[in-house]
């Protein structure tokens, strides 16, 4: 399969929650500096060129919610994917029907800039198709009604030289690529704190109509003690259970 290298790189609790009130303890600031640092800082240990995330995970950290300004019954759009610009890191999004609100080709993310590339289904309107255009955002088609995940991570490396892809989405999204067999490696910085809360999501989580719960095995690559009693793990994703 011709696709990018991909790795699955969260922040989670003790207790595997990849958000919560523990987040604001002092005690994670350190987890929180790792988990950057492994991906982003000036001695990354990965080297990609990517990073994805689901629709819902990139409304709660960068478009906040907002609504896309569509101008309506805008002129028809070419057909296919538009590639606005090549770029070394790209943000790419994966929001099937087209709802974001972006306001910007390019997200800052602490000291990491991006070219954002959306994912849509043939479900997007012409009329967010040409909003993207208008701010200059890069976008690709994959699946019909639903993402074809296949299509989707060929045209990421074809299209966008995208030979490692980290994975940092919400849980369902994770485990929906995991199901697919479209990851490779698992790497979790565990915070020492948790908060107990039932609902927020954890690291993996299936969902009725994307996934099921059909478990999957993986193999340790690695275990580290770091500062401030964090804790680096990384398994390889064993794809012949």
């Known amino acids: 399969m011709n696709r990018p290298y991909i790795f699955c790189h969260m922040l989670t609790s003790l207790d595997g929650k990849i958000m919560g009130n523990y987040m604001d303890l002092p005690?994670?600031?350190?987890?929180?500096?790792?988990?950057?640092?492994?991906?982003?800082?000036?001695?990354?240990?990965?080297?990609?060129?990517?990073?994805?995330?689901?629709?819902?995970?990139?409304?709660?950290?960068?478009t906040h919610y907002r609504s896309p300004h569509l101008i309506p019954n805008s002129p028809a759009v070419p057909t296919g994917d538009f590639v606005a610009k090549k770029a070394p890191m790209y943000y790419v999004?994966?929001?099937?029907?087209?709802?974001?609100g972006w306001q910007s080709d390019t997200l800052v993310y602490e000291t990491t800039t991006a070219h954002v590339v959306e994912v849509l289904t043939e479900k997007a309107s012409n009329d967010y198709k040409a909003f993207l255009r208008q701010l200059g955002i890069s976008y690709l088609i994959a699946g019909q009604d639903s993402l074809d995940y296949a299509l989707a991570l060929e045209k990421l490396k074809t299209l966008f030289g995208i030979q490692t892809l980290?994975?940092?989405?919400?849980?369902?999204?994770?485990?929906?690529?995991?199901?697919?067999g479209m990851c490779d490696e698992i790497s979790v910085v565990v915070a020492p704190a948790a908060d107990g809360n039932p609902d927020t999501q954890s690291l993996f989580l299936a969902k009725e109509g994307l996934s099921t719960d059909e478990a999957i095995s993986f193999?340790?690559?690695g275990a580290e003690a770091k500062e401030g009693s964090s804790l680096w793990l990384r398994y390889r994703v064993d794809h012949e259970n």
């Open 27 to 62: 005690q994670c600031e350190a987890a929180g500096d790792l988990f950057y640092d492994l991906a982003f800082g000036e001695a990354p240990f990965y080297h990609h060129q990517g990073w994805l995330s689901g629709r819902v995970t990139t409304d709660d950290n960068f």
């Open 93 to 100: 999004s994966v929001d099937p029907k087209g709802k974001l």
């Open 166 to 180: 980290m994975l940092g989405g919400g849980g369902v999204l994770n485990w929906s690529f995991l199901q697919a």
């Open 219 to 221: 193999t340790l690559l």
